[in-house]
């Protein structure tokens, strides 16, 4: 350079320099990160927030033309970083409360009640989601009618299926109908967290998570992978499902999730035709089994053909039977529940997943 440039003229002349549209030069936007003056060049290092070729080809056109008024032969070398991209906000994701609904057998009723209740919750004025993480048997979305629906990304969050007014996401979205799916403990983990991560809960009141049946590893690590508020187990009243619950019951404690109570699904059964109620299985069971276990009992739901009928027809019962036994039933039920639902305001962002397997 025939000229010794410095540091402080080059800095002067960059506060003419002004992205296209920029209220203010890059030095009063503190865009320049580094101004650098080596024998023959000059080194000047650009942050932005944003990606655009014309902001930058604009920028280092100006540049050059600002250094080359000074010194016409400088070497001029202009770089370009996004900082920006490493520190950016994580989208929030406030859910007010997340419920387990598990039970110790399958078949016991469990994504029929997690559906039920979530109606109820929601006519009751909560906002709420279901999250089906039963991967063995996900029915949620069968039940709601959205089998064939593919969840979509936007702003690179997955977007729950909206069926009802409910959120609902579900490991059935991502497997073939009729295609089983073997599960090994990371691949468990890692959806798991994406479904409480990646999915778009935000503004959620409560969220119902529909659990694998058992004791296995499914259940057991997804107790701890979500941030659970509570589980609530569901349970047919005669014995053979109540050991099953006891096991349950004992998952839970091991993993320091509190049990909020017990519901008595198919506990009995009220003929339409002539109202003779009916004990099929040992109404009662329930209570009696939350009593010598020191359990919160929930309340029961009566055996009625339509929940079966309608679930398979891909509509909730309870959306045009609150008045009936079953329907009344979901709705006390869900008021049991009350105290343990905070809004998503309530909430900061939600906590980070309690453990890692
Ligand atoms: N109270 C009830 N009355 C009649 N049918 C019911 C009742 N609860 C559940 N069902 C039906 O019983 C079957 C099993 O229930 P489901 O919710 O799929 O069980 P799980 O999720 O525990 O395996 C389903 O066909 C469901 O519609
Ligand atoms: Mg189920």
Redesign the pocket.
């Known amino acids: 350079m025939k000229e010794n440039l410095t540091v402080e003229q080059i800095r002067e002349v960059l506060k003419n320099v002004k992205a296209p549209a920029a209220r203010a030069s890059i030095i009063e936007l503190n865009q320049v990160v580094k101004v650098e003056v080596r024998e023959s060049s000059v080194v000047v290092d650009i942050s932005l927030k944003e990606h655009s070729s014309l902001v930058e080809k604009s920028l280092k056109f100006q540049i050059e033309k600002a250094i080359a008024e000074l010194s016409s032969d400088a070497q001029v070398a202009v770089n370009f970083s996004h900082p920006q991209e490493h520190e950016t906000a994580k989208p929030q994701n406030r859910i007010g409360s997340i419920i387990a609904v598990g ?1 110790g057998k ?8 997690t559906v039920n209740l979530a109606v109820a919750l929601q006519r009751a004025g909560h906002r709420v989601g279901i999250l089906d993480c ?1 991967i063995y ?1 996900p ?1 949620i979305p069968t039940m709601l009618g959205v089998a064939d629906q593919k969840p979509m990304m936007l702003n690179g969050r997955i977007q729950p299926i909206q069926a009802f007014d409910l959120k609902v996401m579900s490991a059935g979205f991502f497997v073939e109908p009729g295609q089983g799916l073997i599960w090994r403990g990371p691949m468990i983990h890692k959806l798991i967290q994406q479904f409480i991560q990646d999915v778009d809960w935000d503004g959620t009141d409560v969220l119902l998570v ?1 659990l694998p ?1 058992g004791t296995g590893d499914a259940p057991l690590s997804l107790s701890q992978t979500i941030p659970l508020t509570g589980a609530v187990m ?1 349970s047919m009243p005669q014995k053979i499902s109540l050991i099953d619950v006891h096991k349950g019951a004992s998952m839970f404690n091991q993993v320091k999730v509190p049990i909020l109570g017990v519901i008595e ?2 506990s009995h059964y009220v003929c339409p035709s002539c109202s003779h109620d009916e004990e099929i299985f040992d109404r009662g069971g329930v209570e009696k089994f939350c009593k010598e276990q020191g359990l919160a009992y929930l309340g029961d ?5 339509r ?2 009928k309608l ?2 027809e891909g509509r909730p019962y309870l959306q045009d039977n609150l008045d009936s036994p ?1 329907g009344k039933a979901f709705v006390t039920i869900s008021k049991r529940l009350a105290p343990f639902i905070r809004t998503a305001e309530d909430v900061e962002e939600l906590d980070a997943i309690k453990v890692s397997i």
């Open positions: 039970s399958g078949g016991v009723g469990k994504s029929a009640v039963d048997g029915s529909d049946p569901v699904n198919m739901i009566p055996i009625d053909s929940i079966r679930s398979d079953a």
